[in-house]
């Protein structure tokens, strides 16, 4: 169900007065942004929301500037609840007696050295008397030399036929799994982009299924497997790679 704008106005108003630091912090070191952990909270109707994103609050080589920017992307992306990119069931005309409805917003730091920092974005939403919970998983990777988003496609060359190379890639791993049998398969399923975060000399990309059960189904792709779609000119951006 989606929600009117009456409830959008509500949530965003709720969540500019519920925030706070948990004062959770990841050490920090020369190579590492210290991150702390916020949250925010509310309860409306049939809904109970929860939701805990980072902020960026020390950090030796960032100026304050790329800082601040990337926490107002963080911050919007997570407590922007049109971003969630699903119909979650929070009802505006709910009664006493209809489902409860729960949502948790929850984040891992996947990827913090040097200029580069990934975060993966979980959502869960859950309404009482349903079959699972439904998911969303996001990432968001920033160039902490700039504090701009880097991209799926900005590791790639235009002129190549990345998308097809990258699938028969992803294709394989699956295979190897056992989670497909054929290409066919596959090819009902496929994205044209993926999401992903960096892990030392590879990317790991998810969202490979929106079926519930494989939704957190992931694939590491080394550097070296992507070396002939790369965009040579744009290899900085990518973490350890020589």
Do not use: W
């Given at each position: 169900?989606?929600?009117?704008?009456?409830?959008?106005?509500?949530?965003?108003?709720v969540?500019s007065?519920?925030?706070?630091?948990?004062?959770v912090?990841?050490?920090f070191?020369?190579?590492?942004?210290e991150?702390?952990?916020?949250s925010?909270s509310k309860?409306i109707?049939?809904?109970?929301?929860?939701?805990k994103?980072?902020?960026?609050?020390k950090s030796?080589v960032?100026n304050s500037g790329i800082?601040?920017?990337?926490?107002?992307?963080l911050?919007?992306?997570?407590?922007?609840i049109?971003?969630?990119d699903?119909?979650?069931?929070?009802?505006p005309s709910?009664g006493?007696?209809?489902?409860?409805?729960?949502l948790?917003?929850?984040?891992e730091?996947k990827?913090?050295?040097?200029?580069?920092?990934?975060?993966?974005y979980?959502a869960?939403?859950?309404l009482?008397?349903a079959?699972h919970?439904?998911?969303?998983?996001?990432t968001?990777?920033f160039?902490?030399k700039t504090?701009h988003?880097?991209?799926?496609e900005d590791?790639?060359?235009?002129?190549?036929?990345?998308?097809?190379?990258v699938?028969?890639?992803?294709?394989?791993?699956?295979?190897?799994?056992g989670?497909l049998?054929?290409q066919?398969?596959?090819?009902?399923?496929?994205k044209?982009r993926y999401d992903?975060y960096?892990?030392?000399?590879?990317?790991?990309?998810?969202n490979l299924y929106?079926i519930?059960a494989?939704?957190s189904?992931?694939?590491q792709?080394?550097?070296e497997?992507?070396?002939s779609v790369l965009?040579?000119?744009?290899?900085?951006i990518l973490?350890n790679?020589?």
């Open positions: 169900m989606k929600y009117s704008i009456q409830i959008l106005l509500v949530f965003c108003f969540f007065i519920s925030i706070h630091s948990d004062e912090k990841i050490p070191t020369e190579e590492f942004v991150i702390s952990a916020y925010a309860n109707r049939n809904c109970s929301i929860r939701i994103y980072p902020r960026l609050v030796k960032l800082m601040r920017k990337i926490n107002r992307t911050k919007k992306e997570f407590l922007d049109q971003r969630y699903n119909e979650y069931q929070c009802n709910a006493r007696n209809d489902p409860a409805f729960y948790e917003v929850k984040y730091i990827y913090n050295r040097g200029p580069f920092l990934s975060v993966f979980s869960v939403g859950y009482a008397g079959p919970p439904e998911n969303v998983f996001k968001f990777n160039d902490l504090g988003q880097i991209l799926y590791f790639f060359d235009p002129t190549m036929n990345y998308p097809g190379f699938d028969n890639l992803v294709y394989g791993e699956l295979f190897e799994m989670v049998s054929s066919e398969e596959f090819n009902e399923v496929k044209r992903y960096f892990d030392s000399n590879k990317l790991v990309l998810i929106s519930h494989m939704q189904l992931e694939v792709l080394p550097y497997k992507l070396m965009n040579k000119k744009r290899l900085h973490p790679i020589h």
